[in-house]
């Protein structure tokens, strides 16, 4: 069974930086595209960044510039450093993996528990 484990979450003041991994377990071949999303209180979930497995990322305007989606795909790990974060950035981030094939499934798609981020002095 897959299994996304989060972390890297915290406490940090606007203008910080923090960098969340997610590591993605399990009898996996290959992950297509791995993301982040993210869900402040009372706001849908909202995509954040996604990165598929030859490098090509896409982010949302909200975030162009401030964070960076980066993957390991050896180890089936996806990281996200964000920068100059903004009390509005104060969020539940949940880790995506997507068109992951294992030996179960040949197009699976997987969601993390999240871990809770919070922008503020």
């Known amino acids: 069974q897959v299994q996304l484990v989060e972390s890297g979450g915290g406490l940090v003041q606007p203008g910080g930086s923090l960098r969340l991994s997610c590591a993605a377990s399990?009898?996996?071949?290959?992950?297509?595209?791995m993301g982040w999303y993210r869900q402040a209180p009372e706001k849908q979930r909202e995509l954040v960044a996604t990165?598929?497995?030859?490098?090509?990322?896409n982010y949302a305007d909200l975030v162009k510039g401030r964070f960076t989606i980066s993957r390991d795909n050896a180890e089936n790990t996806v990281y996200l450093q964000m920068d100059s974060l903004k009390p509005e950035d104060t969020a539940v981030y949940y880790c995506?993996?997507?068109?992951?094939?294992?030996?179960?499934?040949?197009?699976?798609?997987?969601w993390g528990k999240g871990t809770l981020v919070t922008v503020s002095s």
């Open positions: 399990g009898s996996i071949y290959s992950i297509y595209a």
């Open positions: 995506n993996a997507l068109g992951v094939a294992t030996e179960d499934v040949d197009d699976g798609e997987y």
């Open positions: 990165i598929i497995i030859d490098g090509t990322t």
